[in-house]
């Protein structure tokens, strides 16, 4: 008998794959599985599971699965409480960012110079929504964002439209010197449900 929890994830990504079957459209497609998303965030087994999932500190992430056939990916990301999260974007990446356990501050930033310069950014923070266990965010290509935590541990559940870490850069933003950087994303660390 596999796990409840790896059952509703292979169940998540089995209705997710019928999903990406039918609808081509990216945007569609993400909002569709936002839907299924928030299913599994919400899902008893995947609640109870989440409380022994270990800590991401030191910019980690889990690594779910990786869809061999859609290329989509699946983390999962542990954070102490009070964890500060940097102000970032995901490339042309699309993002679902699902709560599990906890609540955190979801800021959303709006580019304020005409990004003529890749090594700078003036941005300007636009609005704050504050995620409880079952709200999954979502992220458009290129917005930017940061995710703060609260004051209990916090866990989330992040699909990613495709694989970015080590293939397609990400920016980080310094809202003090307005220094864009370049980065490759968290260390992947493989966790099994099951
Ligand atoms: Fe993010």
Redesign the pocket.
Known sequence: MPHPAASALSDFIEKTHAVWARESDMKTRMEQTQILLTGLVNHPAIQDSAKNWPSTEGHKNLLLHTDEKYGFIINAVVREPNRK?SV???SQAW?L?GLVEGSESLERYERLDDGSRPDYAEVKLTGVTIGQPGTVDI?PPFNI???QGGPGRSVAM?FRSEKLVGRILQHGYDLTTGKVTERYGPTQIDYSLA
């Open positions: 999260g970032h974007d995901h993002v960012y992220v964002h940061a995710e992040i």
